[in-house]
């Protein structure tokens, strides 16, 4: 295997991608409090694209609104993966992690505003930032220390994550959306129709056409199109990202070895997570903390601190047990309520998506410290105490297997 396999296969690795996307966070913190943080500002509103399209973006905004795009698209992508032959194929067994997904969503956002309710200007909005939970960071959180934990508790976790973030790219559509542009919009989603149609068309032209064209010639420059006019539209660039993915083929024909989907999923990740996410944390997870004065008595800080460490726990873990108690849903029977409870701690972990809505959110320096501090700080104590959580299941599951190994010994 050749150094370039062995490094792309690294980087579709949960660890390692979670890693990197830490490294980049902690480097942009020591580099913004350094002697050069002027540097960094600097590289940050370096500005360049074409004016003519209205594409003249900052280093910072390519990086949240481009880049990221690239990682919606694989959340969408994944997202349709699980429709179609994962966990939420079967309503039953999708119930719970759907429903642990809407409690994580709605819980956070509502202790956010019941800390701001008193609060003046624009420190109310906000209510999306506890929101979202990162999926690349919880994984490697999972990654690390849950080698011997059931393996349907990272699907439950990755269909919570997946969900939970479709729910944020579409608050970010409604919520943070400003000054809509309809003739773009209305561009956009015909782009995405032929895009769709191309994906999904069983049509002989269309099937002659995707023989003819190599698809990266047919889908690159289209989803690039589509791109610009969803940014172009007033609509957040990366809800184009995730519209693609879900309308990904994710069954073969013919003599495929692998469906679209699943191809382009293996060609862009290692992009996604050795470039976009590592670079997106670069340069948004850089807070100055000469500029945190009122940190610790900011209703912004105290906010999102609550929404992700208290609310995020409380939406999970409540809402699936409710949901158990009262429907029809159950809990998968190699799992234990404790799984849960890690998982919950887990949801706390914010990063990517939150720092995109604490960018949507304030315009204030100061507002954007606290809020960013704020989620570097729940991230950080979410990834501790989750560590410990969920280590301590992993030894109780590694100590089960040992038992039913010297059982199947014994009765040898």
């Known amino acids: 295997m050749s150094a370039a396999s062995r490094i792309t296969a690294a980087l579709r690795s949960d660890a390692v991608s979670g890693s990197l996307l830490i490294v980049a966070a902690l480097v942009a913190l020591g580099w913004a409090n350094s002697p050069f943080a002027d540097s960094y500002e600097s590289l940050r509103s370096v500005t360049f694209g074409p004016a003519a399209l209205h594409l003249d973006l900052s280093v910072e905004d390519w990086a949240a609104d481009g880049l990221l795009a690239v990682f919606f698209f694989i959340v969408g ?24 997904a809407l409690g994580g969503v709605a819980v956070p956002a509502l202790v956010f505003l019941a800390v701001n309710a008193t609060a003046s200007g624009e420190a109310t909005g906000g209510w999306g930032i506890p929101m979202a939970t990162d999926i690349a960071f919880a994984l490697a959180v999972l990654a690390v220390v849950g080698r011997h934990l059931p393996t349907p508790l ?27 542009n309809l003739a773009a919009l209305a561009l956009a989603g015909a782009g995405l129709a032929v895009f769709g149609y191309l994906q999904n068309g069983s049509g002989r032209g269309v099937t002659g056409v995707r023989a003819r064209v190599p698809g990266w010639l047919l889908f690159g420059p289209l989803a690039v199109v589509i791109w610009a006019l969803m940014h172009a539209s007033g609509v957040h660039a990366t809800v184009a990202g995730v519209a693609m993915g879900l309308l990904m083929r994710t069954r073969r024909r013919g003599s495929e070895t692998l469906s679209p989907s699943h191809r382009t999923e293996e060609a862009l990740r290692p992009f996604s997570a050795g470039v976009a996410l590592p670079v997106f944390a670069l340069l948004s997870a850089g807070v100055s903390l000469s500029g945190a004065g009122g940190f610790w008595t900011s209703t912004i800080t105290w906010g999102v601190l609550a929404g992700l460490l208290a609310g995020k726990f409380a939406g999970i873990f409540g809402v699936s047990w409710l949901t158990v108690r009262f429907t029809g849903a159950h809990l998968n029977p190699r799992l234990a309520w404790a799984d849960v409870a890690g998982v919950g701690v887990l949801g706390a972990i914010g990063f990517t998506v939150s720092l995109l809505i604490v960018e949507l959110s304030y315009t204030s320096a100061g507002n954007l410290t606290e809020a960013k501090g704020a989620v570097l700080l729940a991230s950080a104590a979410a990834s501790l105490l989750a560590v410990v959580v969920l280590g301590r299941r992993s030894r109780h599951y590694h100590r089960l297997d040992q038992d039913r190994g010297g059982d199947r010994e014994a009765t040898a």
């Not at 997202?79 to 759907?98: C, N, T, Y």
């Not at 699907?155 to 400003?178: E, G, H, K, R, W």
């Open 154 to 180: 990272r699907t439950f976790l990755l269909t919570l994550a997946t969900v939970d973030d479709l729910c944020a790219v579409l608050v970010i559509a409604v919520a943070y959306t400003s000054g809509l």
């Open 77 to 100: 992508n994944e997202l349709k993966q699980e429709i179609v032959h994962g966990e939420l194929r079967d309503p039953r067994r999708a119930a719970l992690p759907i429903a642990a």
